[in-house]
Antibody
Framework: EVQLVESGGGLVQPGRSLRLSCVAS????????MHWVRQSPTKGLEWVSG????????AYADSVKGRFTISRDNAKNLLYLEMNSLRVEDTALYYC??????????????WGQGTRVPVS | QSALTQPASVSGSPGQSITISCTGTSSDIGGFDHVSWYQQHLGRAPKFIIFDVTHRPAGISNRFSGSKSGNTASLTISGLQTGDEAFYYC???????????FGTGTQVTVL
């Protein structure tokens, strides 16, 4: 069974940094692109960033470009999101999401339970 | 980036069919066949139910079907069941800087 378990969330002040992690199991991690998607009552679902299977192709939403960095460690089945210069509007539940394919296609076929990041 | 537009709520009786619309532009829905749909029960993570406009992932009931016309995609749920009560979100690839955009979400109520 596919499992995606996020960690690293928590209350953080504006301007500070936080690193989210996601450990994957139940599938061949390096056969799939991965994403971070966030959800908040004010903005709904918002795609944040995606990374292909070998980290050669990475993309970010404009709202986080230059502040957030996505990365992965295929040897450890881990996905990361380094978040710097956090803003109040980054407050959300952050989901680790598996892509159906090795390249970033936006077919978000499995989601973790999310980790909360309140910025205040 | 602008979200795709969905009706806030749709309701139907058990056994009926309902359709949820998702309206975008020629830069997203109208320009590409990369529309997906997700079901989210309260307090749970979204679940992948339709991809590439019309395709169902393995294990998804054939009561769920997708279509597209112009800049609007649609999700139809036939034979409505109480377990279908949830929020439904569309998403699409976008040629704008957003890359992937989601809909505003539709709450489905079974009367």
């Amino acid at each position: 069974e596919v499992q995606l378990v996020e960690s690293g969330g928590g209350l953080v002040q504006p301007g500070r940094s936080l690193r989210l992690s996601c450990v994957a199991s139940g599938f061949t991690f390096d056969d799939h692109a991965m994403h971070w998607v966030r959800q908040s009552p004010t903005k709904g679902l918002e795609w944040v960033s995606g990374i292909n299977w070998n980290s050669e192709s990475i993309a970010y939403a404009d709202s986080v470009k230059g502040r957030f960095t996505i990365s992965r460690d295929n040897a450890k089945n881990l996905l990361y999101l380094e978040m710097n210069s956090l803003r109040v509007e980054d407050t959300a539940l952050y989901y680790c999401v598996k892509d159906k394919d090795a390249w970033v296609t936006g077919r978000f076929d499995k989601w973790g339970q999310g980790t909360r990041v309140p910025v205040s | 980036q602008s979200a795709l537009t969905q009706p806030a709520s749709v309701s139907g009786s058990p056994g009926q069919s309902i359709t949820i619309s998702c309206t975008g532009t020629s830069s997203d829905i109208g320009g590409f066949d990369h529309v997906s749909w997700y079901q989210q029960h309260l307090g749970r993570a979204p679940k992948f139910i339709i991809f590439d406009v019309t395709h169902r992932p393995a294990g998804i009931s054939n009561r769920f079907s997708g279509s597209k016309s112009g800049n609007t995609a649609s999700l139809t749920i036939s034979g409505l069941q109480t377990g279908d009560e949830a929020f439904y979100y569309c998403s699409s690839y976008s040629s704008t800087s957003a890359l992937y955009v989601f809909g505003t979400g539709t709450q489905v109520t079974v009367l």
